[in-house]
């Protein structure tokens, strides 16, 4: 099973960002993918959002609005469209997949089976 992250960098305060998550070694398009993100190495990780097989998504309030998840399950990879960005939202992103039930995703890490390295986006002001 591999992860592979890639798409982050610098950007300025206000700007946008796209990060994509190719992914092998399961069946993808049955999965809940998601993003999360540690914005210090002595915090917890965060969930961002997640995207259910059938392309609906769910995201955290502090995204909302201004983060875009998304996935394409033909070529078994996900996306972050990240617009209006802060930097608050500074941090290593990290694309995660788990078995779903069809119907929801789960909330919390150890819900998640596969995690890839993660990419950095920082965000200057």
């Known amino acids: 099973v591999e992860l592979a992250e890639s798409g982050g960098g610098s950007v300025q305060s206000g700007g946008s960002l796209r990060v994509s998550c190719t992914a092998s070694g399961f069946r993808y398009s049955a999965y809940c993918m998601a993003w999360w993100r540690r914005r210090n190495p002595d915090e917890e990780r965060e969930p961002v959002g997640?995207?259910?097989?059938?392309?609906?998504?769910t995201y955290a309030d502090s995204v909302k609005g201004r983060f875009t998840i998304s996935r394409d399950n033909a070529k078994n990879t996900l996306y972050l469209q990240m617009n209006s960005l802060k930097p608050e939202d500074t941090a290593t992103y990290y694309c995660?997949?788990?078995?779903?039930?069809?119907?929801?995703?789960?909330?919390?890490?150890?819900?998640?089976?596969?995690w890839g390295q993660g990419t950095q986006v920082t965000v200057s002001s």
């Open positions: 995660v997949a788990g078995e779903s039930n069809g119907r929801e995703c789960g909330e919390y890490e150890y819900e998640y089976t596969y």
């Open positions: 997640h995207i259910l097989g059938d392309g609906s998504a």
